[in-house]
């Protein structure tokens, strides 16, 4: 049986639970399975989504400045994910005017000499901001469905906390945008010997995308 939770103070339709069944008591939170994110894996690296670099291909080649990269969100089924897109960005670069042009240490284009303080093909590459990085208040909330649950949620260094308080344990956390689709998913297993006690459930959604972020600041995540 599958129950549905609906937050109503702080986002509506952002978090989707189905009933825990079979699963042991006593097992420790790090038996939980990793949670299926909106982001990019690429060379051991995490890339946010949306957020744009060059390629580095690593010695001896190191950084590409004329291939930029971009993690895009693709759907698939009713969930969102990452996807790295790359393209070679030289043609874009502006015709110099001058009959020897030159091309300065990480840049793309080549320029006049005279040209020096002349800007690059539009890069667009994602630099932190500072208000994405702040951290933001608690927000209570009011979970109804078939079953109910009340929770508090609280944002840290770009992650999401959230504990709550529910009539059955969920064994599956689904976060869902505007449009219904699922940008991240964790599974909760069976919780720590704390959360079987308190029957209180936490977890946490770590690199929050920036335009979430923004969405949940302003609570239009609906």
Not at 12 to 17: H, L, N, Q
Not at 64 to 85: A, L, S, T
Request: with cysteine; glycine share 8%.
């Amino acid at each position: 049986m599958q129950w549905a939770l609906v937050l109503i103070a702080l986002v509506a339709r952002s978090v989707v639970a189905r009933r825990a069944g079979g699963i042991p008591l006593g097992a420790e939170e790090s038996h939980r399975r990793p949670s299926k994110s909106s982001e990019c894996q690429i060379g051991g690296e995490v890339r946010e989504l949306g957020s744009t670099w060059f390629a580095d291909l690593g010695p001896p080649f190191g950084v590409m400045y004329c291939i930029k990269c971009q993690c895009v969100p693709v759907q698939k089924k009713r969930k969102i994910i990452g996807k790295v897109h790359c393209k070679n960005i030289k043609n874009e670069c502006p015709k110099p005017t001058c009959d020897e042009p030159v091309l300065y240490p990480g840049k793309c284009c080549k320029v006049c000499p005279e040209d020096v303080e002349s800007p690059d093909v539009a890069q667009d590459v994602t630099s932190p901001s500072e208000d994405d990085d702040k951290n933001m208040k608690y927000f209570a909330s009011v979970l109804t469905g078939d079953e109910t649950a009340t929770g508090r949620f609280s944002f840290h260094k770009r992650s999401l906390y959230y504990s709550f308080y529910a009539t059955s344990r969920p064994s599956l956390i689904q976060f869902l945008d505007p449009a219904g689709n699922i940008i991240n998913e964790q599974e909760l297993g069976s919780g720590s010997v704390y959360q079987n006690a308190t029957e209180k459930i936490c977890g946490v959604w770590r690199r929050v995308p920036r335009d979430y972020r923004k969405l949940i600041r302003k609570e239009q995540l609906t």
